[in-house]
Every structure is written in C-alpha cells, then in structure tokens.
C-alpha cells in the first residue's frame, strides 16, 4: 500500500523567512514524487516533480529514499505563496496518484 | 486550450437519489482520474479510465461507478447517495504511461441533503 503523510495542517511564517513544508510517504518501490499547489480560488495545479529536479517559484524538493520524504523548501516566503501544498505519490508512469492531507502555508506581511 | 472542463458546478441532491457528473479532458490527454476531496482533506482516488475502461479504482463503493467515451470524455455516477458523498469531485487528466503530473478540473460541488 502506498501511503503519504503531511504532518503539518497549517504551516504559518513571516515573509523573508524560510519554509520547509514536510512530506513522508511509505512505499516499498522507487515513486514518483509530486507537489501540488491550489491557490485561493484557483484549481489545484502541479507544482513540481522529483523526477525533473527543477525549481519553480524558488521552490525546491528533494527526495530522500533512506528517510522516505519528500520535503519542499523555499529560502525566502512571499505572500503570493500562501496556499494549500498537496504532496502525491504514484507508483509508475500513468498509475493513480495518492496525495497527502495537505498542508495550509500562511505567510504574513 | 480550456483544460479541464467540469459540469456542473455545484449540484445539491437528497439521499437515495443518483448524480451524474461530468468531465472533458485538456486537448491530447486520454485518460481521465476522478477524485472525491471531502472538506479538509486531500484528494482520495475513486478510479481511472483509459482507453473506455476502468484501468484502476480506490477505496470505494460499488455506488460509484464511471465511463469513458471515444471522445475521452468521461462521466462520474453514484448511486444511492448518502450525506457522507458530500465532497467536492474532482477530474484530472493525464497522457497514458507519461510522467507528467495529472491537470485539473475545478471540480464539482456535491451537497446531499
């Protein structure tokens, strides 16, 4: 069974400041990781993945395979990022994405 | 490009009656994944449909069943709705076997009352 965990409901930092929104996930293969983000009003919408090891927006995620996260980072918040981060899991190509709870980003003048 | 097309948009049904709902993948996208996210909560699979048949499903009833036309399109049914159903539905298109990331509908607004 495939699993992923976001132990953090609401995640609230000061502008300028770092954010490291958690994800873990159980799975006994090699996944695909993604991030989702859904801005207020606005459909929920692909982020980034693990497999292009890109940056977008300024956020990076890394995946770990021995700690089995996938934690996403960003050095400097800005207001526009706050929003609902879904971490997803699938197993291969084409297969259906298991996402986390989420976690709510507030990031405050 | 309109993307991903959901209709409609908020629907409000009695318990025991049936819905169905409807989706139109984004342009070259064949398969179609149907979600129910109830308040407060991440996305959960219902199932999947490629090539007109279901290729996965979840964690749910018999109550829920789908289809997939040639034209991609597809439709979400559920049957004997209960309060619990209450959720927003939502679609999500992909290319087959592609590592890309699903696209997104708005979603669907089901309230059984």
């Known amino acids: 069974a495939q699993r992923v965990t976001q132990p953090e409901k609401l995640l609230s930092v000061f502008k300028g400041a770092p954010v490291e929104l958690k994800c873990n996930y159980s799975?006994?293969?090699?996944?695909?990781l993604f991030w989702y983000v859904q801005y207020s009003r606005q459909r929920l919408q692909l982020l980034l993945r693990h497999i292009s090891r890109e940056s977008i927006k300024g956020f990076t995620a890394d995946l770990n395979k021995g700690e089995t996260s996938f934690h996403l980072k960003k050095p400097f918040a800005q207001e526009e990022d706050s929003a609902m981060y879904y971490c997803a899991l699938r197993a291969k190509a084409g297969n259906m994405l298991t996402f986390g709870g989420g976690t709510r980003l507030m990031v405050k003048p | 490009d309109a993307g991903v097309t959901q209709s409609p948009t908020h629907l409000i049904k009695t318990r025991g009656q049936q819905v169905t709902l409807r989706c139109s993948p984004k342009?070259?996208?064949?398969?179609v994944s149907w979600y129910q996210q109830a308040l407060g909560q991440g996305p959960q699979f219902i199932f999947q449909?490629?090539?007109?048949?279901?290729?996965q499903r979840g964690n749910f009833p018999d109550r829920f069943s789908g289809h997939q036309f040639p034209n991609y399109s597809s439709e979400l049914n559920v049957n004997a709705l209960l309060l619990g159903d209450s959720a927003l539905y939502l679609c999500a298109s992909s290319l087959a076997d592609s590592h890309y990331g699903y696209t997104f509908g708005s979603g669907t607004r089901l309230t059984v009352v």
């Open positions: 342009s070259g996208h064949d398969t």
């Open positions: 799975y006994s293969g090699s996944p695909e």
């Open positions: 449909y490629y090539e007109e048949e279901e290729r």
